[in-house]
Nanobody
Framework: VQLVESGGGLVQPGGSLRLSCAVS????????MGWYRQAPGKQRELVAF???????NYADSVKGRFTISRDNAKNTVYLQMNSLKPEDTAVYYC?????????WGQGTQVTVSS
């Protein structure tokens, strides 16, 4: 299983970005997918997750601004990020969870700055 993130970059405060995470293999549709982030000097934290069936879940810090979604036909999970703030600056990682195994992508940098 391989996960490849894309879509990061530099954006001004108040701007938007959409991250994508493409997953190889056939287990995507039956897996829970999550987005995490890690800022310099801080621990990696959960941003949002979406199970194979059921409701999405968000960290309080991003509720109402970020939206996680998935396209099982494309084996891809997305993170739409709106109203970005400087404190959203971090490396963003996607994670696949299935049967007790965790798989991580390599991360994509998001920088929010004027």
């Amino acid at each position: 299983v391989q996960l490849v993130e894309s879509g990061g970059g530099l954006v001004q405060p108040g701007g938007s970005l959409r991250l994508s995470c493409a997953v190889s293999g056939s287990i995507f549709s039956r897996s829970t997918m999550g987005w995490y982030r890690q800022a310099p000097g801080k621990q990696r934290e959960l941003v949002a997750f979406i199970p194979s069936v059921g409701s999405t879940n968000y960290a309080d810090s991003v509720k109402g601004r970020f939206t996680i979604s998935r396209d099982n036909a494309k084996n891809t999970v997305y993170l739409q990020m709106n109203s970005l703030k400087p404190e959203d600056t971090a490396v963003y990682y996607c994670k696949l969870v299935k049967s007790g195994y965790n798989y991580w992508g390599q991360g994509t940098q998001v920088t929010v700055s004027s």
